[in-house]
C-alpha cells in the first residue's frame, strides 16, 4: 500500500515517536553527524558497503527513510540513469526525505509499509537498519517482502545490529541502550538474517560479513 494517509503503527508511536515522530527532534536528528555518533563512527563504513552493491543505473529501493545523507548518497550512485525508490511509513519522515533530495530527479519518495508486498522489482534493496526497530513478526514480514522485490541477478542488502564479539568492550553499554530504547533490537543478536526469511532465503545466495568486532552486520542475499 502507498498513501500518505497510512496509519502509523503503535510500536512506531510507542517507542520510536520522539525520534520520527516529532518534528522539531526529528530536524535535529537529520543529520549526518548524529548518524556517525549514533553508530560510534562506523556510519560512512557502513553506508560504503551498501554503496558497493550499487552500480550506476540500479533501480534501488528503499524501504524506510534514514536519517543523514545516506540517500543522496545511494541517489549520487545510480545516477540520473538509475532510479532511488524510498519509502517510509511516517509521513514527517517522507516529509524530510522529499526535501533533502528535492534536486535529485532520480529519487522519489512516498509513503509505504516495509512490510507490504510491493509490486516493482528493483536490483538493489537497501534495507538500512530498519530491522531492529520492528517487532519480531514485522522482521519476518519486512525481510520477505524485500527479498521478494529482488529482480533475477539483483541483491537485498541487510545492514543492522549483530552480535558482538564475547569482550567487546561495548556489549553491556548496548545491552542497556537495547533494554532502555530498542526492544526490539536484541533479536538482531539472536537470529541470522537469513534465518528471519524462512523459507523465503531458498533461491539466493547469501552473504554475511560483520563490522566493529561483530556489533553491525552486512548480509547480502543474492538472487540466483
Ligand atoms: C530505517 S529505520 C532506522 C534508521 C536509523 N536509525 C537512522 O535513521 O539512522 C527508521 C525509519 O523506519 C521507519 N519505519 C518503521 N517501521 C516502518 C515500516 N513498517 N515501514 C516503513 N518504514 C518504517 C520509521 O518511520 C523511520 O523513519
Not at 530498519?130 to 539483483?154: C, F, N, S, W, Y
Request: one cysteine or more; aromatic letters at 10%; proline letters at 6%.
Amino acid at each position: 500500500m502507498t498513501s500518505d494517509a497510512l496509519r502509523v503503527p503503535s510500536y512506531l508511536r510507542d517507542v520510536y515517536g520522539w525520534a520520527y515522530l516529532t518534528p522539531s527532534l526529528a530536524r535535529w536528528l537529520d543529520r549526518q553527524v548524529v548518524v556517525q555518533t549514533i553508530l560510534w563512527g562506523n556510519a560512512q563504513r557502513l553506508i560504503g558497503d551498501v554503496l558497493a552493491e550499487v552500480k550506476p543505473g540500479d533501480r534501488v529501493f528503499q524501504p524506510a527513510a534514514v536519517y543523514g545523507d545516506f540517500s543522496r548518497q545511494v541517489a549520487a550512485k545510480v545516477g540520473t540513469d538509475g532510479k532511488l525508490d524510498v519509502r517510509d511509513i511516517a509521513p514527517l519522515q517522507v516529509d524530510l526525505t522529499r526535501r533533502k533530495l528535492a534536486d535529485l530527479p532520480q529519487a522519489h519518495v512516498a509513503c509505504g509499509d516495509a512490510a507490504d508486498p510491493h509490486a516493482q522489482q528493483a536490483d538493489v534493496v537497501a534495507c538500512f537498519f530498519l530491522l531492529h526497530e520492528v517487532p519480531d513478526d514485522l522482521k519476518v514480514r519486512i525481510t520477505r517482502a524485500m527479498l521478494a522485490q529482488v529482480a533475477p541477478g539483483g541483491r537485498a542488502v541487510f545492514v543492522d545490529y549483530h552480535r558482538p564479539g564475547r569482550f567487546h568492550p561495548l556489549k553491556p553499554l548496548m545491552r542497556r541502550i537495547f533494554d532502555w530504547l530498542e526492544p526490539f533490537a536484541q533479536r538482531m543478536w539472536q537470529s541470522e538474517i537469513r534465518d528471519i526469511a524462512g523459507p523465503a532465503a531458498t533461491g539466493f545466495r547469501w552473504r554475511k560479513r560483520t563490522r566493529f568486532g561483530g556489533l553491525y552486520q552486512i548480509v547480502v542475499a543474492e538472487r540466483a
